[in-house]
């Protein structure tokens, strides 16, 4: 006896990414804002100022990478029992990356799932995390290995926010923006060449690009299942690093920066894109300040820890690699000798 | 500047469930069976017997309600790293309602969502919490209050293993097939008053038939938007007794079949349901020995803790009400006074 089950209505998701000035919003529902400390201190006025609920309040986690646990997201949803939430309640996540993945996380797991919207305060998360529904928490294995897929009903993405990022901060972001422009529009890597994003109006229509992509690309594969995988470019190198450095010696962009130089050096390896557009790329982050060396102590445990990443599927590594500048690649049977070699170029005299 | 999204290949998910002795289920990926002592005791060699996989592993946890908590699904998820699963492993859910809880959440939450399937082991989970995707834990705020929604690849269902169940477990999955009959079907409810479900042919058809029931709820409305919060008639009742009993006193379904009992006569004093249709419902779950009557010590807390259920969006309370036997109704404007009335008939004096 076989009975089939189908899911009749299970809807597309859509959802529209706003960058502008933050609007008024207005909920007739409990709203809960999940912040830090930092952003709060700068902008939780004026993000009360402009919303409206049944009930409004604010719960606030600890700043930092380190701080993205299962453990923390309990403490939120504890927070949320509290507050005696339902399911028609809806969490803000106001900050970060951090702060993105952990709020969505906890949205997707509250009473199975309630609404949430990101107004992410930070470069990197305005031009990415914020946008495509990848939830999750890091745990003593790695980055990223807890959470879920689960989009946002709505991003407000308004650039304001970006005047109190730190420098460095500011630059993390300008890595992931790099990785678009690397992998998907060369006319959008000169953009970057010549801009200056010190101008509002360029760096507003620069962000629009990158979240252009990025819908695009979430667009055609939510679950990464195949295209969604390139934005992982520089990060299968990145996550080895920030693994190797406890999460505390680089941001997360910065990371992602010398993964993309890592790749690229690949990339030349294997004749895919030639050296001096390579150094273009170098070039480029280093415009921004962001680090492009590494002191790789030991190759072969480098490697190994790529076997950790989860698109590691089935003991081979995938690794996303540009095609010169605007065109990507994912090859996933590259020999582990020439990896090494490449590697070891990032050895200890850099 | 709006940029829309819209998950295009967003797909309708669909899956076969198998009522019929267990077949042969070949893998070619790792896969790890969660299960308990008591079933892997009994059934543990029959299933290794069935499954080949390119590495099959056991993860045994504790048994009993009081477990299924955040806390076991990290130990499963640590037990799956260590194991070094990747994004293409499958999980097996081989036990009753709380593995399949806690065995499709620990799936949905490795690296964002792998894949599992269910093999059901006690009736309750066979008619019912195997099927739809309904995936979770308890926690001190109440039951089930942390999970996701998210299916099975494929849910098997051998009537063999319900032969070492204990006849107490037994009858408390009756508990959930008069549910479905008394809500969806009379024809089912007069099958059940005659059937001898020691016949293995007539359990069979029995299963198949809430089954049914059961997935033709899902596919109509697999986020409980609507008629699925149907299934929950009882619950509402049987939530408040089982946190009152802190989950020991009673199994599930025999605090569901008290929960029926309560919304019966609420039922009765509403004049859906007539004192003989009542009584009749009453009868076919005692004839499985199943309780049908708890003292309330105090009715005011008892109609607290109602608000704490998932399903009491905005303060008010859904009760799911039968309409005669096979016709249901769902009401959230009964006044206060009244439910408190129908609850007060069940204090200490029975």
Redesign the interface.
Known sequence: ????????????????????ALPKLSFD?KVVIVTNPTVSGYHLDKLLDMVDAKELSVVTIPDGEEHKT?ETV?RI??QL?ER?L???SLLIAFGGGVIGDMTGFTA??????IDFIQIPTTLLSQVDAS??G?T?VN?K?GK??????Y?PKAVYIDPLFLTTLPKREFSAGVAEIVKMAVMFDSDYFDMLESSDLDDEDIL?DVI?KS??IK?SV??????EAGIRAVLNYGHTFAHVIENETNYTKYLHGEAVAIGIVMANRLAVELDMISLLEADKVTSLLQKFDLPTEYDISSVDEFYEHF??D??????SIKFILPIGIGNYCIKSDIDESIVKRVLSSFGVSG
Do not use: C
């Not at 899911?7 to 502008?20: A, C, E, F, G, Q």
């Not at 990223?144 to 897929?149: E, M, Q, R, T, V």
């Not at 979430?218 to 679950?223: A, C, G, M, P, S």
């Not at 989860?310 to 003991?315: D, G, Q």
């Open positions: 006896m076989i009975v089939p089950i189908e899911l009749l209505n299970t809807k597309t998701v859509s959802y529209d990414i706003t960058i502008d529902t299962l309990e949803l504890n029992f005696k339902d399911r028609k997707s797991l509250y009473q199975r799932g946008v495509g990848k999750g745990n294995y990223n290995l807890i959470g879920a897929f989009q507003k629009k979240v252009e819908a979430v667009n055609q594969d939510e679950r076997f950790l989860k698109k590691s599927a089935n003991n």
